[in-house]
């Protein structure tokens, strides 16, 4: 007999999957399709336990990353602010909480018919964390200093990684998408009395305008580098 070449096999695996999941009939998330079947659906998804594994996986290998490279507390560089009646002022500080980001939602993989591509999408987010800064708050000529101990309850990171349909390969994803809140529950303590009206408030303000945006930038970016070598649970793979 002729040996079956890689490709051939690999089309046989994807003609598979595709009967199987024509028989299971998923529901498409998207469109008109009555059937959720992958190059066929103009938008198929499914979210299953492999899903959720990839996922698992992937924050595995961030939170080893992040001990690795010592970034848990995280040093935040000092600055300053202007907000609406106030300048703020900050020492370098430090944000505790990275190594407890976990998932905390829906995942799933969708293949896309019209783009010729494949997405990935999850929500994670860390809880408790915690950032210490030497602040100086200056308002109408007033101004105090102390140390400002801002508790975040929740920061939430929702993500898309992307890649292109290519038989032949099994990673390579892009995170195309990334958005992070902070669910608005963000409480401030100071460890001295500053009697500035709002200042508690000021510094909550800086917290969401620079440093959160500073924290999902940081974990886009270690992010990016695991997930493009890691391989989803794709027919062919």
């Known amino acids: 007999h002729k040996p079956v070449s890689e490709l051939e096999y690999t089309m046989f695996k994807v003609l598979v999957f595709i009967s199987l999941l024509g028989l299971a009939a998923f529901s498409s998330t998207k469109g008109e399709d009555p059937f959720c079947i992958p190059f066929v659906s103009a938008e198929c998804c499914w ?22 490279l010592s ?9 300053e602010k202007g907000i609406p ?13 990275l190594k407890s980001i976990t998932r905390t939602g829906e995942t799933k993989i ?7 591509d494949i997405t990935v999408h999850a929500t994670t ?30 920061l939430e990171f929702a993500f898309v990684a992307t890649m292109n349909y290519d038989l032949l390969t099994c990673s390579g994803l892009e995170i195309t998408q990334f958005d992070f809140t902070d669910n608005g529950d963000i409480a401030v303590d100071f460890g001295s009395e500053v ?12 917290a969401r305008q620079v440093v959160l ?8 970016g270690i992010a990016q580098d695991i997930i493009f070598n890691l391989e989803p649970d794709l027919p062919w793979c």
Not at 85 to 97: A, E, Y
């Open 47 to 68: 979210s299953t336990e492999s899903t959720d594994s990839f996922i698992d996986v992937f924050l595995d290998k961030l939170i080893q990353t992040i001990v690795d």
């Open 71 to 79: 970034l848990d507390p995280l040093t935040i560089p000092g600055g």
């Open 85 to 97: 009646g106030f300048t703020v002022k900050w020492d370098d500080s430090t944000f505790t909480g």
């Open 110 to 116: 969708c293949f896309h018919r019209s783009e010729q």
């Open 125 to 154: 987010g860390i809880t408790d964390a915690t950032l210490v800064q030497p602040i100086t708050v200056e308002a109408l000529g007033v101004s105090a200093s102390t140390t400002a101990t801002v508790r975040i309850a929740s």
């Open 195 to 206: 009697n500035i009206p709002g200042a508690k408030e000021a510094v909550t303000e800086v």
């Open 213 to 220: 945006p500073l924290i999902a930038g940081t974990v886009q």
